[in-house]
């Protein structure tokens, strides 16, 4: 269990990382926003994985879920203030 | 000027990863649980008939500070609310047209919508059983509710119905607590219903009755805000 748990947690570190930085670097708005709520969803696969099940669906509801959803919801109603 | 930023950055940047490699380089495990969290787990089964011990600590243990929890969603919600109302659009005016959701999201939502409503009843029904609870459920409801408002932002749900749902699962589950107080063990106390089979549906006392109450409470703030951002006007 130990020996795939911590290769298993390693990789979605970095998985973490590199989705963060892909949230910073990218040029498109609409990449940074789902980058950052794919931050959230392998934070929810981390907290699962230390036996938290509570916390991972607490964080998969509200911080991939609906801040995501926010995020383009607002970023919609930019593009179509910025039309008019 | 911006050498000196970048640097200023970098040293707060590693005094930070600093302070992580502190906490994790003295981390030891440890080799049994604290006083509480042994108290927990030797007697939450007997004394609350949940099987979810998290649930049990959240809503029975620790119920004011859930209360407190709920209070905080509540005055944000509300002050969301109050301060979009000065901005409301006009019935048919709001998020008209512009931004059509095209085909596949509206197909996509009319099949998930509601499999999303009924999941998160599931899981707030069943957090005395499960992971999960009245927070998750409701925020599975409210993304329900924002998928819904994507594929067709012209749609309105009823303020009046929100509102009153959230008034009524508040007042109910304070009510719910002073009972605790008055006929069982203090404020919010679940044993005022039998503790029934554990592991069954129908068991530790008022957790389920509490969770549903959260979970329609908390789905109801989050869709009215939600809906609020929806419904302001588009700044001329």
Known sequence: ?84 | MNLARNTIVVVLLALLGMAFYTLFAGYVPDESLNISALYYAENTAAETGAQNVVAAIIVTYRGLDTLGEVTVLFLTAAIVGLVLAESRAPKKAAGHGILPPGELLTTGARLLVPMILLFGAYVFINGHLTPGGGFQGGAILASGAILMLLADPGKRFSHGLISRIESISGLAYVVIGVIGAIWAGGFLDNAILPLGTFGSLASAGAIPLIYALIGLKVGAEFSSMLQSFEETEDAA
């Open chain 1, 1 to 84: 269990m130990n020996m795939l748990l911590i290769p298993m947690a390693l990789v979605l570190a970095v998985a973490m990382i590199g989705s963060a930085a892909l949230a910073l670097f990218t040029s498109t708005r609409i990449t940074a926003v789902l980058a950052s709520g794919l931050v959230s969803l392998f934070a929810s696969v981390l907290f699962l994985l230390l036996a938290a099940p509570d916390v991972a669906m607490t964080e998969a509801a509200i911080g991939s879920g609906l801040t995501t959803f926010l995020f383009v919801f607002v970023l919609s109603r930019i593009r179509r203030e910025s039309d008019q």
